[in-house]
């Protein structure tokens, strides 16, 4: 499924994006997503961030100069609507 990012909305300095039809996250299941951006992404420095939903882990993502960053998550927001 992809999503596109549709300008900013509401105050904030925050991209929102929404998926074109709704989608359940089934508990037990492992979800792989692929989050691209062109600036620096607030940073969680630890590769596990454990939630009231669940556990968020990253292996590692490339920045916008292709560097390689392991042990950080980029600070993104799921919300369950």
Not at 9 to 20: N, Q, R
Not at 27 to 32: E, H, I, K, P
Not at 57 to 63: A, G
């Amino acid at each position: 499924m992809n999503a596109t990012w549709n300008g900013y909305i509401g105050a904030g300095d925050y991209h929102h994006i929404e998926f074109s039809e709704p989608f359940t996250l089934e508990a037990n299941v492992t979800y792989n997503y692929t989050i691209k951006t062109d600036s620096y992404p607030q940073i969680h420095h630890t590769d596990r961030l454990e939630i009231d939903d669940g556990v968020i882990t990253c292996d590692n993502f490339v920045d916008a100069n292709g560097k390689i960053c392991y042990g950080w998550i980029p600070a993104i927001r799921l919300e369950r609507l």
